[in-house]
């Protein structure tokens, strides 16, 4: 069973950057797709970003996490980044890392489709 590890939340102002990384300790890394999901006071935890387990293709929320955020591995490390750039107050939540074997896709942003989760590293955006 494996186990996800973030680390790099912290208490920032608006328009700071900040890099997230997620070490995956227990599964055989490079066969899982890899995501971030982030979850806000009072609201559903949503899809953030994910990458691809062969390409390492991204696949992001929208346009506007997009243009902000960079989700990265390293499989040398079995290790995964989110950098977060020009953070906004709207941006401050509990960011959770997961994993997904997935078989007939190569990516998902579908929350069911991932199996193991980390415990989350919070993130404040301070306006």
């Known amino acids: 069973q494996g186990r996800l590890v973030e680390s790099g939340g912290r208490l920032v102002q608006v328009g700071d950057s900040l ?16 995501g971030w999901f982030r979850q806000a006071p009072g609201k559903e935890r949503e899809f953030v970003a994910a990458i691809s387990r062969a390409d390492s293709f991204p696949l992001y929320k929208d346009s ?14 079995n290790t995964i980044y989110l950098q977060m750039n020009d953070l906004k107050p709207e941006d401050t939540a509990i960011y959770y890392c997961a994993a997904a074997r997935l078989r007939e896709i190569s990516i998902s942003n579908d929350s ?3 199996g193991s989760w980390g415990q989350g590293t919070q993130v404040t955006v301070s306006s």
Not at 19 to 34: I, K, P, Q, W
């Open 19 to 34: 890099r997230l990384s997620c070490e995956d300790t227990g599964h055989a890394f490079v066969g899982y797709s890899m």
């Open 64 to 77: 506007s996490v997009k243009s902000r955020f960079t989700i990265s591995r390293d499989d040398a490390k």
């Open 112 to 114: 069911h489709d991932f």
